[in-house]
């Protein structure tokens, strides 16, 4: 059973920046596809950026040139390094995976989830 736990959330100026992890326990080989997603409060979870196997990402509009994805694959632990932050992207991020390609960029694809971390940008 692959379980996600995130971290590095908190609560930052616009402007700052905070990366995200999200290591991966239980898993004999690593999920084909990961994903980092938020839910602003009232708002439907949105994808932010999703990674596949082959390294290849997609990022949403509104954080292109300020996120950026990575992976340690001898960490098991996904990264999200997040700069330039705005109160728009307050949110409870979220990590998740799925096996198989492609890689979906839709949340109901995603069958594995970590619990989330909060992220808060104040003006």
């Known amino acids: 059973q692959v379980q996600l736990v995130e971290s590095g959330g908190g609560s930052v100026q616009t402007g700052g920046s905070l990366r995200l992890s999200c290591a991966t326990y239980?898993?004999?080989?690593?999920?084909?596809?990961m994903a980092w997603f938020r839910q602003a409060p009232g708002k439907e979870r949105e994808g932010v950026v999703i990674?596949?196997?082959?390294?290849?990402?997609s990022y949403a509009d509104s954080v292109k040139g300020r996120f950026t994805i990575s992976q340690d694959n001898a960490k098991n632990t996904l990264y999200l390094q997040m700069n330039s932050l705005k109160p728009e992207d307050t949110a409870m991020y979220y990590c998740?995976?799925?096996?198989?390609?492609?890689?979906?960029?839709?949340?109901?694809?995603?069958?594995?989830w970590g619990q989330g971390t909060q992220v808060t940008v104040s003006s």
């Open positions: 998740a995976a799925h096996y198989g390609f492609p890689c979906s960029s839709r949340n109901k694809d995603f069958p594995i």
């Open positions: 239980g898993s004999t080989y690593s999920p084909d596809c």
């Open positions: 990674i596949g196997g082959d390294r290849t990402t």
